[in-house]
Nanobody, 116 residues
Framework: VQLQASGGGLVQAGGSLRLSCEVS????????ISWHRQAPGKQRELVAI????????NYADSVKGRFTISRDNAKNTVYLQMNSLKPEDTAVYYC??????????WGQGTQVTVSS
């Protein structure tokens, strides 16, 4: 399974970006697809996750109300809509696909930089 993350860039505080994670196989049966981020000097953290079927979605407290994760099964793509961006959102964002318990694949990461 290969994941290709895209959509990062430089944006001013208060702006928006939409990240895309294209998966090389059907995502319909994948248990969960998630977005994570890692800022310089910090540990990687979970930002949002959407489980199979799209019925269960969870967000980190720091992004609730600002970020929205969604999936398009027909395009094998998961999105992360990020609004009201803050400088502290600056990080490399990664998508991950949990095909089965203990079997997770990672994309290459896309840089998001929010200027104040």
């Amino acid at each position: 399974v290969q994941l290709q993350a895209s959509g990062g860039g430089l944006v001013q505080a208060g702006g928006s970006l939409r990240l895309s994670c294209e998966v090389s196989r059907s995502i319909f049966s994948i248990n969960g697809i998630s977005w994570h981020r890692q800022a310089p000097g910090k540990q990687r953290e979970l930002v949002a996750i959407i489980l199979r079927g799209g019925g269960t979605i969870n967000y980190a407290d720091s992004v609730k109300g600002r970020f929205t994760i969604s999936r398009d099964n027909a395009k094998n793509t998961v999105y992360l809509q990020m609004n009201s961006l803050k400088p502290e959102d600056t990080a490399v964002y990664y998508c991950a696909a949990m095909v089965a318990p203990g079997d997770t694949y990672w994309g290459q990461g896309t840089q998001v930089t929010v200027s104040s």
